[in-house]
Every structure is written in structure tokens, then in C-alpha cells.
């Protein structure tokens, strides 16, 4: 075994996406193969290639999912719902998939494509699966630039023995020993760094996974371990879900609007179709599928999305859909996750233990749904966990997991702690810090902001991690927008931005405009991918820089400070001027040119101001326009009696 070959890799095999992550001293991150494309669709087609050994070649993900539908019966797609079964046992699975399923001598489901006319090939559904598994493995390895043999795979909750077996003889015939496998929901959890700490002892945690097709929600229990230095684990109280609900009911009801609508546009008696798909082509309803999931995708974002679709020379079919719409949509269709997380809770009983729920996870595409995390979070009363990218949870916890047993997570750190300053970035680029480094868990702070600009309606917020007082030296965690601020004046409007670090160290920042009340939030994992090491370098930079950072943070803010206040005086010296003692103005518009000057010198660069001669300025300045503002009040009392 060479260097680095004894990794464990965490692979998240799923059923209609699979994908590989490793967890290192550089924290946990997903491996991409030489196209930088990091999730492999799990889906693969069979074709006749004299050259190849057995006569016959694979094509795996994109490349087979792309042309699926050109090649429904040689191409096998959600295997994994045949996955050490029968044929029996896989009965309602059947209507739903492509290619025709048998059984073979053990009762056990197997897979059956036709390669030509004359031809077909019978293969186990594990052998599929281990052909997306050696995919993964060789992307791993080309990100890695190593061999690797050793993987932790995920399953569902609700897989059983055979169907877990199975996924290790998968691992097996790709040429991987699998270490471990590990429930999905148990591996989210991981990813969020719960149970790796003390204080998560004991805690109940819901996972809320709504994926393309499958929907799955499970409660678990962290279980302190036995004894001194016993691993702790999670025990899975309860699962509930429905293997035929995802985001494809959501894309398929936004389908079934635009097909009624076209019809009605065409002014064609669609009667006899019941306004489903039949009466149109398969590339149409592949294009109407494409962009119905577009505008699903796009409602995640913003409120509203349109499509513009050319239905023949003529015509064009134009929509609008706006999140009140789709949300009144889909609410039934929300609604049957919900139930089904009241069984799961029924199910589990007095085992979620007198603390009730303390943390739920999204994953899955769907969980992106603002209406799914606003329901969810009401049913626990628990704001849901959304900082790591719904698509990659899992496969990020199964290497956490991986590099666990490989004995690598020592390095990790501890989430008690806030290892590093968070805060955002000011106008000019300076970091204003919430929570300074080295404060305890669970941690709480807030400041107000306003605007820079007259008449802005949006404030963008950049999230920082650091200790460096200029924002472009430290790392960005993630952006977000308030929108919808009533235009008023630059200064005027108060935007309260909330900074909460929870007892499992997860960042969540909101912002609130007091006057609209209008609400934007973020959350993030703060230490995601820093080691010991990296926290320790950003510390000694941020020594080195103190001085320097520090000069250059109070140009910046006077810069922005300063741009207000000669906006502002210059305005009314403007209008009032005729009122003043020609020699009070004069020489206050000295002082505002002196600043002026100043402000500009400090924009271009920071360093050809001195700082303590900026502030006397813009002092200076402060103090002499009294005069100044009580003819402009005693002005406007006028004109408002
Ligand atoms: P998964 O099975 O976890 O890969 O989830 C895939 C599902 O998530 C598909 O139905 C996607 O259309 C859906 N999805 C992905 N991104 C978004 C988004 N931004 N908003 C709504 N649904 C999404």
C-alpha cells in the first residue's frame, strides 16, 4: 500500500445520484473526477463494443442519463430500489422503471436490457451498482492522486439486512472494501459535526430528506457510549417516508399547467388526453419537463419565474409564476411530508427523551423549497439545519464517518469553541466582527446598519470568517440579500443583523429591516473545512497585520462615514447658504472641501491619509455644521407651518 492509500472514502450511493468525499485534515469536501463534475448521476447504459471484454461497454452518469429516454431498455436507472429484493418484493417499483425486471434462480430481482433485437443481457442490480462505484473510485483517484481501496457507503434507515449486503458485494465487485456501512440520516448528522462532540450527548435530531423521487424522514437518538472513552452512536428511533414523493410530483404538476394552458392557447380540444402528457411528442415533453423544473428551481430564489416557450411559428406560450402560486400548488403536496413526519414522531414515542427535538437536517434538492424549510421548521419548532449543500450531506458525513475509523478526524476541531472571528463587511470593505474568536457555544450578537446610498432597496451581506480587518483578508462564508427595503434616504433605514452560533456550532445570520420588517437569513458551518493548523496560521497573519489592518479599517470606515456627511451638509449649504453669515459659510465650506479632499485621497489609497488627521477633519467638520442644521431645521418647521 502506497502513501495515502490507507483513506477511507465516504460514498454516498444513491438513486438517482451517487457521489464520493473524503474527509482529511483539510475537513470533509466532495471529489470531483477530471471533468470538475463532482455528482455522477447513478444511472448506466449497456452497449454492444466488439472491443470491450465481454463484448459489451458501460457508460455511467451524465453521459447515460442524458440519453435515457432515447434508450429506455438497455439503460438502468434507480437500481437501487431492486437492491437485494425480489421480484415480489419490488412489485410497485416495476411500473415506474424502464427496463423489464426478472428473477433469477434465488427469487432474487434482476435486471434484463436489451442491447439490439436480437440481443438482451441480464445483470444483478449490484452489478450495476458496482459500476457507478468504480466510477466513483476512480474519480477519488484521480482527484487524489492515489489509489483507494477503503470506503464507508451509505443506505436508507429502513434498508435491511439483505438489501445492506447486497451494497457491500457492490462495493466488493468494484474492487472496494466496504468498512462500514452507514444509515444516510446518521451520516447527515455526521456531516454537521453532531455526536462528534460531549455536549450533543443525548440529543434527538430529525432528518428531513426530500429528494427527486423519494422521500424519507428519520428520527434519531446520539446514545452516549458505554463506559470511559466508549464511542457514542446514533440509534434510529423511527423512520417514515414514501419511496414515491419528491421534487419530480412538483415538476410534473407545473407540467400538467403548462400542457392545459397551451392546449387552451391552441384553442385544440385536448379532451380526450385528461390533460396529461399522451398527446405530445417525447422531445416536447422533455423540453416542458426541462423547464418546469427550471422554473421550480428559479421560485427558490426569487419571487416569480417565467417561461417563454415556441409552440409553433406563430405562437409563443408565455407564463409568469409567481411564489404565491406555486406555493398554493404545492402545499397538499408539502403537506404529506409533513404527515409523515407526525408518524415518524408518533413512532418514536417517548424515546425523543423529555429535550425534545434538538436539531433538524435537510437534505435532499427539494429541501431548497422556501415553503418546505418555513413547514418544516413550524412542525419542530426547531429553525432546520440548511448550511451544507442538501445534495452533498450525506456523502460529506459518510467521509467524516470514513475518516473516523481511518483514525484522521483527530485533528478535527472541537465545535465548542468559535475558533475564528465572524462578522461581515462594511461599505468600503472593512470587517465589522459579531463574535470575536475563542467565545463559547452557544454564542449571540447583534448590530445595527443602514444604507450608503439614497433610494437603496437592497443591502448585500457578505459573511466573514477571520481575523484580519479588511474583508478581502479573510474568508467569505457566504453571501446574502435583503431585498424589498422601502427606498429612503442614505443612513436612514435600520437593518438589525443577528449573528447565532448554536450549541452544535452551526452560524446562522439574519437580517431585518425595522420599518418594512422584511426578513433574510443564511446559515453556514463556520469551521467547515479549517484545520488546527489553518487556525492557528490566520491567527499569526492577523498579528503580523494588526497595525496596518487597523489604520486601513478606520480610512475605510471614515471614507464611508465621511461620504455621508459631505453629501449631507453639502446639500443644505446648498439650499441655506443665502441665510448663513458669509463668513461662518465660507469657512465651513473650507472644512467641507479640506474632507472632501481628504475622502477622496483615502478611496484611491488608504495609505496616503493618515488616519488621526482624517478624524480631526471629518470632526472638524461635525462640529462646525451646528449652526448649519439649526437653520435648516428652523427652515423646514417654517415650511411645514
Ligand atoms: P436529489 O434527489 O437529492 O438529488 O434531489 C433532486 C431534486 O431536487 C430534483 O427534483 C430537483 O429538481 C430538486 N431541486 C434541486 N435544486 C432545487 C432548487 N433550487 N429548488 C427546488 N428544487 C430543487
Not at 397538499?332 to 425523543?352: L, M, Q, S, Y
Not at 452544535?504 to 425595522?514: D, I, Y
Not at 486601513?552 to 453629501?567: E, G, M, T
Amino acid at each position: 500500500m502506497s502513501a495515502g492509500e490507507d483513506i477511507i472514502v465516504g460514498i454516498d450511493l444513491g438513486t438517482t445520484n451517487s457521489l464520493v468525499a473524503l474527509c482529511d485534515e483539510r475537513g470533509p469536501r466532495v471529489l470531483s473526477g477530471d471533468d470538475g463534475v463532482s455528482i455522477v448521476p447513478s444511472v448506466v447504459r449497456y452497449e454492444h463494443d466488439d472491443s470491450a471484454p465481454g463484448g459489451v461497454r458501460t457508460i455511467v452518469g451524465d453521459g447515460a442519463k442524458d440519453r435515457a429516454v432515447e434508450f429506455p431498455e438497455r439503460t438502468a436507472a434507480s437500481v437501487k430500489r431492486l437492491m437485494g429484493r425480489s421480484l415480489a418484493d419490488a412489485r410497485d417499483d416495476l411500473p415506474y422503471l424502464s427496463y423489464r425486471v426478472i428473477e433469477d434462480e434465488h427469487a432474487q430481482a434482476r435486471v434484463e436490457l436489451r442491447l439490439d433485437e436480437q440481443t438482451t443481457k441480464i445483470v444483478s442490480p449490484q452489478e450495476v451498482s458496482a459500476v457507478i462505484l468504480r466510477e466513483l473510485k476512480a474519480r477519488a483517484q484521480h482527484a487524489l492522486g492515489h489509489g483507494v481501496r477503503r470506503a464507508v457507503v451509505t443506505v436508507p434507515a429502513y434498508f435491511d439486512d439483505a438489501q445492506r449486503q447486497a451494497t457491500r458485494d457492490a462495493g466488493r465487485l468494484a474492487g472496494l472494501e466496504v468498512v462500514r456501512i452507514v444509515n444516510e440520516p446518521t451520516a447527515a448528522a455526521l456531516a454537521y459535526g453532531l455526536g462528534l462532540g460531549e455536549r450533543a450527548q443525548g440529543e434527538t435530531v430529525v432528518v428531513y430528506d426530500l429528494g427527486g423521487g423519494t422521500f424519507d424522514v428519520s428520527i434519531l437518538r446520539l446514545t452516549p457510549g458505554e463506559g470511559e472513552g466508549g464511542t457514542s452512536f446514533f440509534q434510529v428511533l423511527s423512520t417514515a417516508g414514501d419511496t414515491r414523493l419528491g421534487g419530480d410530483d412538483v415538476d410534473h404538476m407545473l407540467v400538467a399547467l403548462f400542457m392545459r394552458e397551451i392546449r387552451e392557447l391552441l384553442g385544440a380540444g385536448g379532451a380526450n388526453d385528461e390533460g396529461g402528457l399522451g398527446a405530445f411528442p417525447p422531445a416536447t415533453r422533455r423540453a416542458l419537463k426541462m423547464f418546469a423544473e427550471s422554473v421550480k428551481c428559479r421560485l427558490s430564489e426569487a419571487a416569480s419565474a417565467s417561461v417563454a416557450i415556441a409552440i409553433n411559428d406563430k405562437q409563443t406560450y408565455e407564463r409568469t409564476v409567481t411564489r404565491d402560486e406555486f406555493e398554493s400548488m404545492i402545499a397538499p403536496w408539502v403537506e404529506r411530508t409533513i404527515d409523515a413526519c407526525d408518524r415518524a414522531v408518533r413512532d418514536a414515542g417517548d424515546k425523543v427523551g423529555e429535550g425534545g427535538i434538538g436539531a433538524v437536517i435537510m437534505v435532499g434538492g427539494s429541501t431548497r423549497i422556501p415553503l418546505v424549510r418555513a413547514r418544516v421548521g413550524e412542525r419542530f419548532g426547531v429553525e432546520p439545519y440548511t448550511a451544507l449543500d442538501p445534495d452533498r450531506v450525506v456523502a460529506l458525513g459518510a467521509a467524516v464517518q470514513g475518516s473516523i475509523l481511518a483514525g484522521t478526524t483527530k485533528g478535527q476541531l472541537l465545535l465548542d469553541v468559535i475558533p475564528l472571528s465572524l462578522g461581515i463587511e462594511t461599505v468600503g470593505g472593512a470587517m465589522a466582527k459579531l463574535i470575536v474568536r475563542n467565545s463559547t457555544a452557544p454564542a449571540r450578537a447583534t448590530e445595527m446598519f443602514s444604507t450608503s446610498v439614497d433610494g437603496q432597496v437592497s443591502i448585500k451581506l457578505n459573511v466573514l470568517q477571520g481575523e484580519r480587518e479588511m474583508a478581502a483578508d479573510c474568508r467569505s462564508l457566504g453571501e446574502f440579500e435583503l431585498r424589498g427595503i422601502p427606498p429612503m434616504p442614505a443612513g436612514v433605514p435600520q437593518v438589525e443583523v443577528e449573528f447565532l452560533v448554536d450549541a452544535n456550532g452551526v452560524l446562522r445570520v439574519s437580517a431585518r429591516e425595522r420599518r418594512s420588517g422584511k426578513r433574510a437569513s443564511l446559515q453556514v458551518v463556520p469551521n467547515h473545512g479549517l484545520t488546527r493548523d489553518e487556525v492557528e496560521r490566520i491567527e499569526a497573519e492577523s498579528f503580523l497585520h494588526a497595525r496596518e489592518d487597523m489604520d486601513r479599517h478606520r480610512v475605510v470606515d471614515l471614507v464611508a462615514n465621511s461620504r455621508l456627511d459631505i453629501k449631507w451638509i453639502g446639500e443644505k449649504l446648498e439650499r441655506h447658504g443665502g441665510e448663513l453669515e458669509p463668513a461662518y459659510r465660507d469657512d465651513l465650506r473650507a472644512r467641507l472641501e479640506a474632507l472632501r479632499a481628504m475622502a477622496e485621497l483615502g478611496a484611491a489609497d488608504w495609505r496616503s491619509v493618515d488616519p488621526g488627521e482624517f478624524h480631526r477633519a471629518k470632526q472638524a467638520l461635525d462640529e462646525a455644521s451646528v449652526r448649519l442644521q439649526e437653520v435648516a431645521i428652523a427652515a423646514s418647521l417654517r415650511e411645514q407651518g
